[in-house]
């Protein structure tokens, strides 16, 4: 049942958290707000707010250190699960359909590229585990250095695992947005934080059909929530410091995580080649095969997207690891399967 309905539970569990929580605040419930939920005197910080605020404080604030310590807890056995199911910008992001979104999400690699020399005709084909540098057509000659880049691929893609970002943009961004809070003393990345940004714009909405004043922050708001999510449109793979955290502290986390089992998984039992749990990730990770994806597994956000799309029905989410099945028994790259 979890699986028919994973996709559609990711899009109305974040906008129902978004309902309780206007609501509540409206009606002054003590509910609080997307960035320190709670009720009453019982609020959980956002980690990233708690950090920002103690360091512009230069103070250890006990509110702060618990919520830090829950948050922690939690994406150590959870793993970045809020990016999937509760953070409302991926709400937000329904907005680029507007724009002209390409429909095909995830992955635009993990799949068969085949290039025609025009001098030897030597076909050359393996599996593209990450969006290519540059799209190789039939009939394009290839260089040797890109020759050999694609034979890496097909004799296992250590090449590509050794290329696999250990820390992005967003690591850096984590570490300015920390240095901001203890030299301005203030949390400065909460102005512009788009999950803050989502409520205030709710709020906003909602006092003015209410029959409050028009305000500056009516127009400012929102339009830099588009500004992030829309213009910025690889906000959560690129740029957020809150996902950056999260896939920091999830390293240790050994609960929740995909795994295969290979005696249901069409590679195995039927021998031919699939991909298409690595191409539904849209965080870039290959559940059946690790060491070829683009991002390491504690950035998965147990969206579950892997787990609908498999057609053996071969992946799930336990709580605990069972035994690793995720290479046992998986077939082997090898040059003459790859036109090689």
């Known amino acids: 049942m979890l699986k028919n309905n994973a996709a559609r539970l990711r899009l109305i569990i974040p906008l129902l958290v978004l309902v309780i929580v206007s609501v509540g605040f409206v009606l002054n419930s003590g509910t609080g707000t997307l960035s320190a939920l709670g009720w009453g005197d019982i609020v959980l910080l956002c980690p990233l707010g708690a950090l920002g605020t103690m360091l ?28 999937a199911w509760i953070c409302p910008v991926p709400l937000v992001q329904k907005i680029r ?65 050794s290329k696999r970002e250990k820390l992005d943009s967003r690591h850096f961004i984590l570490g300015g947005t920390l240095l901001s809070a203890a030299i301005f003393g203030f949390p400065v990345f909460c102005l ?27 127009l400012v708001v929102p339009i830099l929530l588009i500004v992030e999510v829309v213009v910025f449109r690889k906000w959560c793979s690129r740029l957020c410091p809150l996902s950056a955290f999260m896939s920091l502290i999830s390293k240790v986390n050994r609960t929740f995580k995909p795994q295969v089992d290979t005696a249901k998984c069409i590679e195995n039992s039927q021998g031919t080649k699939c991909g298409l749990c690595a191409q539904a990730c849209e965080e870039l990770i290959d559940p059946r095969h690790p060491e070829r994806g683009a991002r390491e597994m504690n950035e ?29 028994g998986a077939p082997p790259l090898q040059n003459n399967d790859a036109g090689v």
């Open 192 to 218: 512009v934080c788009p999950i803050g940004l989502t409520f205030a714009t709710t709020l906003l909405v909602i006092r003015l059909f209410s029959g409050g004043d028009v305000t500056i922050a009516l």
């Open 300 to 328: 998965c956000t147990r969206c579950r997207a892997c787990v609908d799309v498999c057609p053996g029905n071969a992946l799930s989410i336990p709580i605990l690891p069972k035994k690793d099945k995720r290479l046992e």
């Open 56 to 83: 512009a404080a230069k103070l250890l604030i006990p509110q702060a250190l618990i919520s830090l310590g829950i948050a922690v807890v939690l994406i150590v056995v959870l793993g970045p699960a809020f990016c």
């Open 97 to 161: 359909g507007i724009f002209g979104e390409p429909k095909n999400k995830g992955r635009e690699g993990q799949q068969i590229a085949i290039a025609e020399s025009s001098s030897g005709g030597e076909v050359v084909e393996a599996e593209v585990i990450a969006a290519p540098a540059t799209v190789v057509k039939a009939g394009e000659e290839l260089s040797d250095k890109e020759k050999a880049s694609l034979k890496g691929c097909a004799s296992g893609c250590d090449a590509c695992a």
